[in-house]
């Protein structure tokens, strides 16, 4: 198996994925519910217009039928329409996604630069000091609810100490850069203007440490058993014995040969990380997916969760297939197959 | 023999386990020549490959050199700092391993893994590149133009061990260690590579210590032989007096437990001992033949008893 | 391996002390055991009734009369907490023994016959990978409608997947080894060698992963009350007692604090002892 035929092979099964993905939302939006219309309309719809969405939907079509429809307006890029937006649910997925996008890039990146260097460095001092403290970073990161931990920080570094701002992605007087990117960081640096770059940065700051934590501890963890796998292995003898540096052992025989397991965690974490906005945006008053999406659901906002979730679900499969393209990059044998 | 390549004297390692402290090796005593083949057989287990470590000073972390002294042209290896031993390591002792395909970084190109080697000891460039071409010439491989840009899991078993090899005898280092480098071969490959070593090292005029638990092998390959068991060297000497005339009663042991034709096959009484707890005296006695009282309580030196044969055992020289 | 087959009170009794000898071992089944007595002795220890308001006590700040303090509606803080944990456990058990069971037989039937069933099921978990847990957890609760009972569905219908697969693999793995492979020749059925000499040899890396699962599953349902889709007020449920803080964060920081930390400890726990029950598993291993 050549390169070329990995990747089609992952694209066909990504796109198995994706099918499989509609199908879940299908069910979870037109047959689990016993009354999708109401669960949309709420209890208390006048029993016309239960009937005219009906109609219009194609809910009184069989369920097959139903499916192809779902399915080709899926495709199309149709969600539907948000009873509380009352605008196309993708169109609002557009325009919160970036500021989701931002928050979980800043705290993928806090999460490798701290996670990559934390877990290469306990395991290479195992039983050190540095492990020892590594682990205690580790399990608390993961056993500490996000939603919880953001609240305490916002009560610590805002309310008590000010040493940070508020809620909210920009000062409250600060004019928003114009909208290029929809990330603001981005946006503002395009724009020229340092001062709202430096605002957006410190808004950004708190979310993604409370994020970058939860993000390092994952990847710390996985980085030391990685590297710790490695260590045993017998070509780091090797390396060794060629005379070469440590540091260059360390990085090139033993790092470059971890990653793999790294990239993967990395993948998963993007996950969790998307979990994390939707629990930690409301928050902050950050106007990303999650505060969109925990939203639509207190206002039973029926279209918009099951827009939200199938979004989420096909961000979440690009990310995957992009990690087991950079595999593919990685490790020659499955490259060569 | 006046001053050797490398002189083992007196080497005791210790593993700090969960079970305990293995006493791996206790008092190993090793010299290889200038330009000499040194096999340094023994059971799996009776400390070969940690000798072999420990001269290197590549042993793992839960390791430690109790005692003893590793000369390397009269300088004590163990006391060298972490960068003038690197500086030594690849350029003037080298070593070769049992799983050719493993010891291979499965990431990286051959060639690249090749010219690292060189780059350890600031050779780099196109110079370089044509020594590693022309290296993988004398070990026989074809068309190695094509091959540095391959990765390790294309190669046979054969072809990575030639690769190895190539990558040992790089910088034209004083001293080969070579820890079973046959034993994962198949057979046929096995003695074209015996002779590849045999006829390389003659050619540059490099010392070998050659580690092997197959003392056919060992016959064919060596100059002089030393016998390891339960971590202590028991016999030493040249190797047609060792399988003419073996001295220690393992070494007798070992050479009846080779299957011949014509010869009803002998196996040594007992099991190997455990390190963890080894046996007070001399670590063979509680399976040896000949046993005196002595044997139990004194540890038997290594002793010439004539020029260049050595045995650790109290039948002999009795001090 | 020999070993893991035999799972005899001696090996377990090894397990237990090579778990409790290492600290965060202790530590964890300290917790966790702390948890379960809590969880039923709690309502017994609780000084105020988890429900009773009263509105000129709300917003009290930790005193002797109310240690964690009161919230906006003047229930007392403690008493919800110790409440809680019972809530807590309730769900996070249940929804791990259920998960847990649907994934070891699907994933026994997968790994053990193979074949169309095993490619059929693979896939299947796949797609569940596809989402996020706690994304995926949120539409179901959507679609079924906020309950403690829908929660613990939407959990346990998100969870499976994870045993299913580490069961297969760990399947695939035993499944040509010699004593079965001697079972079989022996005329013994499917279903007796599944159980008598598959099962046990998964057993604890499912025991392993369900100890690790604990911990999230704790906070995958806080995080589902806390942004409503889980247990309805006035619950108390600690996910929702965060959530219903939030808004006196500013300067009644005990409403939302304690029930939090209670969720942090006994996710640590959970994972504590998990981790010492697999760095234990593969000491017994061999490693």
């Known amino acids: 198996m050549d390169l070329r035929a990995y990747v089609l092979r992952r694209l066909a099964l990504t796109t198995l994925v994706l099918f499989g993905v509609l199908v879940v939302t299908f069910l979870l939006s037109h047959v689990i519910p016993a009354d999708p219309i109401g669960a949309i309309l709420g209890p208390q719809a006048p029993p016309e217009l239960v009937e005219k969405l009906r109609r219009e939907w194609g809910l009184d079509k069989p369920l097959h039928e139903q499916f192809i429809d779902y399915v080709c307006r899926a495709v199309r890029g149709d969600l539907g329409r948000s009873i509380r937006t009352n605008r196309p649910v993708l169109q609002d997925l557009l325009e919160f996604f970036p500021a989701t996008l931002e928050l979980a890039t800043a705290s993928l990146m806090l999460g490798v630069l701290v996670g990559v260097p934390l877990g290469t460095i306990s395991a290479l001092r195992r039983g050190s000091w540095i492990d020892h403290a590594a682990r205690v970073f580790v399990t608390l990161g993961v056993s500490t609810p996000v939603f919880w931990l953001g609240l305490i920080m916002l009560m610590i570094f805002y309310y008590r100490l000010g040493w940070l701002p508020g809620p909210g992605r920009l000062d409250p007087y600060m004019t928003p850069p114009p909208r290029v990117t929809g990330l603001i960081l981005l946006d503002s640096l395009l724009a020229g203007r340092l001062d709202a770059f430096y605002s957006a940065l410190r808004h950004l700051a708190m979310p993604a440490a409370v994020l970058g934590w939860y993000a390092a501890a994952g990847i710390a963890r996985i980085t030391r058993s990685s590297v710790l796998e490695v260590m045993r292995r017998e070509h780091v003898r090797t390396a060794r014995a060629k005379g070469l540096l440590e540091r260059i052992v360390v990085l090139r025989h033993i790092l470059r040969n971890a990653l793999m397991p790294i990239v993967t965690v990395i993948g998963t974490t993007y996950g969790g990380l998307l979990e994390g906005a939707v629990l930690t945006e409301t928050i902050f008053a950050w106007p990303g997916l999650g505060r969109y999406s925990t939203g639509a659901f207190l206002y039973l906002d029926f279209m918009a969760v099951m827009g939200t979730t199938l979004f989420i679900a096909v961000i979440y499969s690009l990310v995957n297939l992009a990690v087991d393209l950079i595999y593919a990059y990685l490790d020659p044998r499955v490259r060569y197959g | ?319 | 391996m020999e070993g893991a087959r035999r799972t005899s009170i001696r090996g377990s009794l090894l397990m237990a002390r090579l778990v409790l000898s290492s600290p965060t071992g202790f530590a964890g089944a300290v917790i966790v055991a702390g948890l379960l007595i809590l969880s039923l002795i709690g309502p017994v220890l609780a000084p105020y009734d988890p429900y009773k308001q009263d509105m000129s006590e709300r917003l009290m700040p930790p005193s002797w009369e109310h240690p964690f303090g009161t919230d906006q509606l003047g229930r007392d803080i403690l008493s919800r907490v110790l409440y809680g944990c019972r809530i807590s456990l309730s769900i996070a058990l249940l929804v791990v023994a259920i998960s847990a069971t649907i994934g070891l037989l699907l994933g026994l039937v997968s790994g053990y016959f193979g074949g169309l069933v095993d490619e059929a099921l693979m896939r299947v978990t796949d797609l569940f990978f596809a989402f996020p847990r706690l994304i995926l957890a949120m539409a179901v609760a959507a679609a079924l409608g906020p309950s403690i009972i829908n929660t613990m569905l939407a959990i346990a219908t998100v969870s499976w997947p994870v045993y299913a697969r580490l069961v297969r693999a760990c399947v695939l793995q035993v499944r040509n080894e010699t004593y079965i492979e001697a079972a079989r020749a022996i005329g013994a059925g499917h279903v007796r060698i599944l159980f008598r000499h598959v099962l046990p040899m998964v057993v604890h890396v499912v025991l392993v992963q369900a100890t690790l699962d604990l911990g999230s599953i704790i906070l995958l349902a806080a995080g589902l009350s806390f942004i409503g889709l889980g247990a309805p007020p006035p619950t108390p449920e600690w996910g929702l007692m965060v959530s219903e803080g939030r808004l006196y964060i500013r300067s009644q920081w005990w409403v939302s604090t304690f029930p939090g930390l209670a969720i942090m400890i006994s996710a640590l726990g959970f994972n504590m002892l998990g981790d010492a029950l697999r760095d234990a598993f593969d000491v017994r291993l061999g490693r």
């Open chain 2, 1 to 319: 023999m006046s001053s050797p390549l490398l002189e083992v004297r007196d080497l005791i390692v210790h593993f700090y386990t969960r079970e305990g402290v293995v006493k791996a090796l206790d008092g190993v005593m090793l010299s290889v020549g200038r330009g000499e083949i040194v096999s340094l057989v023994g059971e799996t287990g009776s400390g070969k490959t940690v000798t072999a470590l420990s001269i290197m000073r590549l042993l793992d972390h839960n390791a430690r050199i109790v005692r003893g002294e590793v000369l390397f042209e009269g300088r004590n290896l163990l006391q060298l700092s972490e960068e003038e031993m690197r500086r030594i390591r690849g350029r003037e002792i080298s070593m070769i391993f049992q799983e050719p395909k493993s010891a291979l970084n499965p990431v990286l190109t051959v060639g690249f893994q090749l010219r690292e080697a060189l780059e350890a000891h600031g050779e780099e460039g196109e110079a370089a590149l044509e020594k590693v071409l022309s290296m993988l010439r004398r070990v026989g491989l074809p068309d190695p133009e094509r091959l540095v840009n391959r990765y390790p899991h294309e190669l046979s078993g054969g072809m990575a061990q030639r690769v190895m090899i190539a990558m040992a005898l790089l910088m034209r280092p004083k001293l080969l260690i070579a820890d079973e480098p046959t034993s994962a071969l198949d057979v046929t490959v096995q003695a074209q590579i015996l002779e590849l070593i045999q006829s390389l090292v003659r050619e540059m005029n490099t010392s070998v210590l050659f580690i092997t638990h197959d003392l056919g092998v060992a016959a064919e390959i060596s100059d002089r032989i030393a016998v390891m068991y339960a971590g202590v060297v028991v016999e030493q000497g040249n190797v047609y007096d060792v399988f003419e005339e073996p001295l220690h009663p393992y070494t007798r042991g070992l050479l009846a437990a080779i299957p011949r034709p014509g010869r009803e096959l002998m196996a040594i009484e007992g099991e190997v001992p455990s390190l963890l707890n080894p046996p007070s005296g001399c670590r063979f006695h509680p399976r040896c033949p000949a046993v005196m009282e002595v044997c139990k309580r004194v540890k038997p030196r290594l002793v010439e008893v004539e020029p260049g044969r050595l045995v650790a055992c109290h039948l002999y020289g009795g001090e």
